[in-house]
C-alpha cells in the first residue's frame, strides 16, 4: 500500500506539473492549448519516471545534488523521446522551453519540500566551523541542520574555493579566520578531513586553539563506519593526535611480503607492544598466530580480539626453557617476535633478580630455541632506556641486545629494535595522568626537566615490522622517534585539554633508576638504511660464550648491581634521587 501511495503521488506531481508548465508556455508562445501534446508528454513523462533509476520512488526528504541531477536526466530523456512525434507539429522552441520549465519546477518542488521537512526545529545556540569543504565537511552542514550549531564558516586550504561559499556558508582561509575571530570565541571547530595526515590536525589544533572552546576531529576513513552520522563519531583531540609522528617512508608493501603467508610467534602477545603486533600481523595476513603470554587476563583478551587469522593461545613464561622447547616443536614458527619483558623501572629496581631473570634468561631462552629449530628471523623489542642505562631494567635491555647481536648466524637472523615510549601503553606516563585528571587530583611530574621520545604504538609495531623485513641479522635497529617531549609541557596540554582549570602540577623527584632524558644513539657510528625512519646501530663485539658464563655468573653473585656494570661497563647506576 506504501509503494502505491508513493507512486501515486509522484505521478499525480508530473499530471499537474505537465499540465501547468504547457499551458503557461502555450500562453507565452500565443498558441491554444493542444490536449492532446499534453496526454502524450505525460504518458512519456512517466513511464521514464517509472522506468529510469526508479525516480517514482525517489525520497524527497532524503534529496541530495545527486538526486537532482538524477531528475534532469529522467525528464531529458522523456523530451528526446517525445521530440520526433512533434518535431514536424510544433516549435523545438516551444518543447524546449517548456522543459526547461518544468525540470525548474520539479527540482525547485523537491528542493523547497526537502528543506521544509528538514528545516531544524531546534534554536541555534552555539557555532560550529568546519575545516575542511570536501565530502566530509559536506555532510556535516545536513546533519548540523538538527542541532544547536550554526554552522558560521568552512576553513580551506584549497586557494582555488576560499572566498566562494558553499550553502550560503562562506569558505575562508585560516587567517581570515583568525581577523573574523578578534571579538568572538567560536564553540567548536570540526576537522573534517578523514583522509589528512595526523601531523595537520597537530598544526591546525596549535594554530587555532586560541580561537574555539572546543576542536573535534573525524576518525580516519580506516576508523569511520559506514552508515552512521557523521557527528555521532566526532572524538574529541587527545594527546596522542598531537605527539604522533606518522612516519612517511613507511613500506608496507615490504612488511606484506615479510608477514604475508607466515607463522609467527609473539611472546608477551597480550601486552600493549605484543597485542598491537598480533593486530598488525592480522592486517598483513599472517597464516597463524601463535599468542604466548604468562598473563591468562591479557592472552584471552588478545586471543579474542584476532578473529581473521588462525590463533593458538600459549600460556606460557619465557623462563620455563623446556615449555618454549615444547611449543618451537609443535609449531615451527617461521618468524618469533620477542615483546616479552618486564619494562617499568622503578619495580624492576624492586625486583631485580625476577627483572633479570625475566628480561635476560627469558630472552636467551627464546633466542636459543628459536635458533634450535630454525626459525628464519627473530625480532627483540628493546628500548632506549638500553642506552647508557641508569636503571636495571635499562641494563637487562642491553644484555639482551648484545645477545641477540652476538648470537647471530647461526641459520637464524637475529634482530632487536630499540625505541621509546608508546603513548599510551600500560604503565606509562599518559594513562596515569588520564587517571588523574578524570579524578580531578593534581597531576604528578617527577622533574620540571624531564623528557622522553613518544611515538604511536601502531606506528612503533609496524616499524618493527618493516625493520624485521630488511634485517638481515646482527643488526640493532632504532626507530626515529622524533624530538623529544618534556613530560611538564605534556602535562600542561594534557590539562588545557580537559578544560579543568582547578589541576595543577606537582614535582615529585626522581624515581630511582630514572634518567632525565632518554637517548636512542650511541655514537656516529650508526649507520642508515633505506628508510630515514630507521637507523643501524653501530655492533658491540662480545664474545657469546664468554657473554653466556657472565650471564651464569649474574645469576649466582651477591652484588648483581656490580655485576651488570661488569657486563654494560656504561652502566651508571642511579639509585632514589628524591
Not at 565537511?137 to 538538527?146: A, H, P, Q, V
Not at 618486564?342 to 624492586?350: Q, W
Not at 595522568?433 to 617527577?446: D, E, G, L, P, S
Request: hydrophobic residues 40%; negative net charge; aromatic residues 12%.
Amino acid at each position: 500500500m506504501y509503494f502505491f501511495d508513493k507512486r501515486l503521488l509522484n505521478f499525480l506531481v508530473i499530471i499537474l506539473l505537465t499540465i501547468m508548465t504547457i499551458w503557461w508556455t502555450f500562453f507565452i508562445f500565443h498558441k491554444e492549448f493542444d490536449f492532446y501534446l499534453v496526454m502524450v508528454i505525460i504518458f512519456i513523462r512517466m513511464i521514464a519516471s517509472f522506468l529510469i533509476y526508479n525516480d517514482y520512488s525517489l525520497s524527497w526528504s532524503k534529496a541530495s545534488p545527486k538526486t537532482f541531477l538524477l531528475k534532469s536526466v529522467v525528464y531529458v530523456s522523456a523530451f528526446f523521446t517525445y521530440v520526433p512525434i512533434f518535431y514536424t507539429y510544433i516549435e523545438i522552441s516551444f518543447l524546449v522551453s517548456e522543459l526547461f520549465l518544468y525540470m525548474f519546477s520539479i527540482n525547485s518542488m523537491v528542493y523547497l519540500y526537502y528543506y521544509f521537512v528538514n528545516k531544524s526545529r531546534v534554536e541555534k545556540t552555539k557555532s560550529v566551523v568546519i575545516y575542511g569543504a570536501g565530502k566530509a565537511g559536506l555532510k556535516l552542514i545536513s546533519e548540523f541542520s538538527d542541532s544547536p550549531y550554526k554552522v558560521e564558516f568552512f576553513i580551506d586550504d584549497n586557494q582555488v574555493v576560499q572566498n566562494r561559499s558553499i550553502d550560503s556558508i562562506e569558505v575562508l582561509s585560516v587567517d581570515k579566520l583568525k581577523s573574523n575571530s578578534k571579538d568572538k570565541k567560536f564553540d567548536l571547530l570540526v576537522i573534517a578531513m578523514p583522509s589528512t595526515n595526523k601531523s595537520k590536525i597537530k598544526e591546525i589544533y596549535n594554530e587555532l586553539s586560541l580561537y574555539f572552546s572546543e576542536i573535534k576531529i573525524l576518525p580516519t576513513v580506516d576508523e569511520l563506519y559506514e552508515g552512521e552520522e557523521f557527528t555521532a563519531q566526532l572524538k574529541e583531540v587527545s594527546v596522542e593526535d598531537l605527539l604522533a609522528r606518522y612516519p612517511q617512508d613507511l613500506d608496507k608493501s615490504k612488511i606484506a611480503s615479510f608477514i604475508k603467508g607466515k607463522t609467527v610467534l609473539v611472546t608477551g602477545a597480550g601486552g600493549s607492544i605484543g597485542s598491537e603486533i598480533c593486530r598488525q600481523c592480522e592486517k598483513y595476513e599472517a597464516n597463524k598466530l601463535i599468542l604466548l603470554d604468562n598473563s591468562e587476563f591479557n592472552l584471552y583478551a588478545v586471543h579474542e580480539e584476532i578473529q581473521m587469522i588462525e590463533t593458538i593461545p600459549i600460556m606460557q613464561n619465557v623462563v620455563n626453557k623446556d615449555f618454549l622447547d615444547d611449543t618451537f616443536a609443535n609449531y615451527k614458527p617461521d618468524i618469533v617476535i620477542h615483546a616479552a619483558a618486564y619494562k617499568h623501572v622503578p619495580l624492576v629496581e624492586s625486583n631485580i633478580y625476577e627483572g633479570i631473570l625475566n628480561n635476560v634468561i627469558g630472552t636467551k631462552n627464546v633466542i636459543d630455541t628459536a635458533i634450535k629449530y630454525n626459525v628464519e628471523k627473530f625480532i627483540m623489542i628493546s628500548t632506549d632506556k638500553a642506552v647508557r642505562p641508569t636503571s636495571v631494567m635499562g641494563t637487562t635491555k642491553r644484555i639482551c641486545e648484545l645477545y641477540s647481536q652476538n648470537s647471530n648466524g647461526k641459520g637464524t637472523d637475529i634482530v632487536a629494535v630499540r625505541f621509546g615510549n608508546v603513548l599510551g601503553s600500560s604503565g606509562s606516563v599518559i594513562p596515569k595522568f588520564k587517571t588523574q585528571i578524570q579524578n580531578n587530583q593534581n597531576i604528578t611530574v617527577t622533574h620540571p626537566d624531564i623528557t622522553r621520545y613518544f611515538m604511536l604504538v601502531s606506528e612503533a609495531c609496524e616499524l618493527v615490522l618493516q625493520a624485521g623485513a630488511i634485517g638481515t641479522g646482527g643488526e640493532i635497529f632504532i626507530l626515529d622517534m622524533g624530538e623529544p617531549v618534556k613530560i611538564v609541557d605534556l602535562a600542561e596540554k594534557m590539562i588545557e585539554l580537559s578544560g579543568k582549570e582547578n589541576i595543577e602540577i606537582e614535582f615529585s623527584g626522581l624515581r630511582p633508576g630514572e634518567k632525565l632524558y632518554e637517548e636512542l644513539l650511541i655514537d656516529d657510528s650508526d649507520a642508515k638504511t633505506d628508510y630515514e625512519s630507521i637507523t643501524v646501530a653501530a655492533p658491540t663485539p662480545y664474545d657469546i660464550d664468554k657473554l653466556n658464563l657472565d650471564i651464569e655468573a649474574l645469576l649466582k653473585s651477591e652484588n648483581k648491581i656490580k655485576y651488570l656494570k661488569k657486563i654494560v661497563p656504561e652502566f651508571n647506576h642511579q639509585k632514589n634521587l628524591k
